[in-house]
């Protein structure tokens, strides 16, 4: 069997962390069996369609690396299919016209929630037109059957079995000529040939109208495969409380692409053994429905982090560098949608980022990418790490600035920049320049009576504007002598003004 998945989200808002989940299991089903991935918009609800939207899907899934083999397709630009589907239906008995008012429809939805019944059309118009003619506005509903049950089976959570009688005869084209949902996806996914549905699992109740429509059109159904809902780590709905639900967030953050894959893919799915970290190929080498779990999965931010973690130790330097580049270009393009004041700033702190980060020797570059790499997850945070790495003036950060107010701090960096100075750093090998610089800034702290904090923490201030870093001997190795000199020298001027204002 050829296997044809999709995805089909609604351009109604925000791509949320379940639509991405979804994705992500469909796509992997489909090229774990070399198989297609179609992209299906699914726009014929006009009311509730937000511009942009789509735009944001596609990048989204772009981002994620999740190609689609056909598509997008738009359902608002084949209504003719379901509008002939429809008719057939009409034809072969299974549909009928209905041209209750609103107001009806309103009234009697009361007096059934009145008298505690159930709610749903009471089939006024099912037998009899009361008169009124196919040049009314009117919409056509399914006739679901009034007697029986539809049972069927969910690839994940087995067998269910629901009582005909309590489904509507729900509308399937609407006055306006547009489909609703249910006769939109059955006539899609048996048009384009789909062979799993991985969809949410808000749509199992949903469930036997589409197999009655399928019923009734003489087509056989797809496998249906309900993933687990997501929970935030209390167990309660995802909500912005847990992390955001918004999967454009996660890109802004600079997550990599990989490592989301990965986690999304262990919301609700597991390999079988105890890998978690697993790169592209391997998700979808293992990737299984029988691997799709039913409990309900937990969205743990901590865990993403973790994964991301893994995912970016493992990445080469240059590697690392690209995925810099690459969310440069990203927040390059996002800023668009700031308010003016802000993009103004947001795309100069990029652009100075960036002539930085050119304007170093490469080696010098990569030594700071190697330092900082594994601090830097997302790796948003390296723009922000590594800023005072590349930049020859720095404001010093606040908390830090005690220990350039002490009055005996700037005897003590002149100090060190004597014996620092006097330093062969080109010689030993890495490991034995941090020895060597430790011996010296100890050496030289001890001989001003300095201890513990003191020797240590105005060095990382005076050399990293920063009051928490990598480990200061490996930061200055990487600093190298002449920026380290130079940047003791400012701190020394800095602490007099301090020291004497
Ligand atoms: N458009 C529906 C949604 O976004 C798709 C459900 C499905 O995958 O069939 O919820």
Redesign the pocket.
Known sequence: MNVRTR????PTGSMHIG?VR?AAFSWLLARHFEGEFVLRI?DTDRTRYVPGAVEEIIEGLRWLGTDWDEGPIYQSSRLKHYQEYAQKLLDGGHAYCCWCSPERLAEMREEQQKAGRPTGYDRYCREDSHGRSLDEPHVIRFAMPTQGTTVFTDAVRGEFSFDNVLQDDFVMLKADGYPT?HLA?VVDDYLMNITH????EE?ISSTPKHLQLYHALGWQAPTLVHPPLILGPDRSKLSKRHGSVAFKDYIEHGYLPDAVLNFMALLGWSPGDNREVMTREELTEAFSIEGIVKHPAIFDIQKLDWINQQHTNRLSNEDYEAEVRRHIRLCETHADKLPENEREEKLSVLKRFEEMFDGVDPDYRSEVIALMQSRSTPVADFIDYSWNYFATDFDYEEKGLKWLRDETAPGYYEKLEAALEATDWASPAREELHALLEEQIRSVGASVGREGGAVIHPVRIASTGRTVGPSLFEALAVLGKDRVIERLRKARQKSRELSAS
């Open positions: 995805f089909a989200p609604s639509n979804n699914e949902y996806s549905v991985v969809r949410s749509w």
